[in-house]
């Protein structure tokens, strides 16, 4: 891939999505989880780059997030460091390694900054993550909280399953969205919640609120790279929120194919992709090769 271009952005800060939340501009966010992904995402101009637990599944084949681990985490949150050049960039803390105490939490979300090189961290929880997210943010890292429904607990949850249907539960997600305002998260991430829960919590909130599943009312929107550019099978089930922008999946494909029936055909590769012999070290060299 080589050393990315020079990227003509300034680089996104914490004060910058601050200002664009309280100018009312939409925040973009987008996964990425290696270097090519990350590249691609920094390049087309993204406010925020999400180094997601989802790579778990997208990149590394696994059933569901919680089976990644730490130290694959950081390893995918390196390469997307190196590609990143403006884009804001946060890494996802893996289920395991920030649920048993602050002080945990508090040393997972230093590798992130010192080996991951992410900027931020993204966890999942309502009000009982409070003093985790205290912990971490009083050491100057910053923390995108995550509520709604929360993939790492979708077991308790019944599975993929919309949050807040109900008006009890839709009262818990607000309140567990201004505990951790109340906490210092610098924003939210609201997931899979009817679009009119996702308004009502934004009006409440002073952050900014990223929705994925919650409708257009949220101060930005996030997405799995791999599930908007089409970069799956087809026949491979996507949620409901997903909007296919492209299709690398058939593209990659159809190159893919022509290049094997090209190769079997002897027609890969041709003159121009082939390095040449000066005629006299090949006349040479053909007479070396009979003393050999």
């Not at 987008?30 to 637990?53: E, K, M, N, R, Y």
Request: glycine letters at 8%; a neutral charge.
């Amino acid at each position: 891939m080589g050393t990315p271009p020079a990227n003509p952005r300034t680089p996104v800060t914490i004060s910058k999505l601050k200002s664009m939340h309280r100018n009312g501009e939409p925040i973009t966010m987008i996964t990425a989880h290696d270097f090519p992904s990350a590249h691609v995402a920094d390049a087309a101009g993204v406010d925020v780059i999400l180094v997601g637990d989802s790579l778990a599944m997208v990149a590394l084949g696994m059933e569901d997030t919680s089976e990644v681990v730490l130290e694959e985490m950081l390893l995918h949150c390196r390469s997307v460091a190196r590609a990143t050049k403006a884009a804001f960039t946060i890494g996802d803390l893996p289920m395991g390694s920030y649920e048993i105490a602050p002080a945990q939490a508090l040393e997972t979300a230093i590798r992130f900054k010192k080996e991951g090189r992410m900027q931020g961290v993204k966890l999942e929880g309502g009000k009982e993550m409070v003093s985790t997210i205290e912990k971490i943010v009083s050491v100057g890292i910053p923390v995108l909280g995550h509520v709604g429904l929360t993939p790492q607990r979708r077991d308790i949850l019944g599975g993929f399953r919309v949050q807040g249907k109900t008006a009890a539960t839709a009262t818990k997600i607000l309140e567990d969205a201004l505990a951790l305002q109340a906490a210092g998260c610098f924003a939210l991430v609201i997931e899979a919640v009817p679009a009119e829960v996702a308004v009502l919590i934004t009006q409440k909130l002073s952050i900014p609120t990223i929705g994925i599943g919650a409708g257009n009312g949220c101060s930005g929107q996030v997405l799995v790279q791999v599930d908007m550019t089409g970069n799956f099978p087809p026949g491979r089930r996507i949620p409901k929120f997903v909007k296919q922008y492209g299709n690398v999946w058939s593209e990659s494909f159809r190159a893919i194919e022509t290049y094997r029936d090209e190769v079997r055909n002897r027609q890969y590769p041709a003159p121009e992709h082939t390095y040449e012999m000066p005629q006299k070290e090949l006349e040479r060299f053909i007479e070396a090769a009979k003393r050999v």
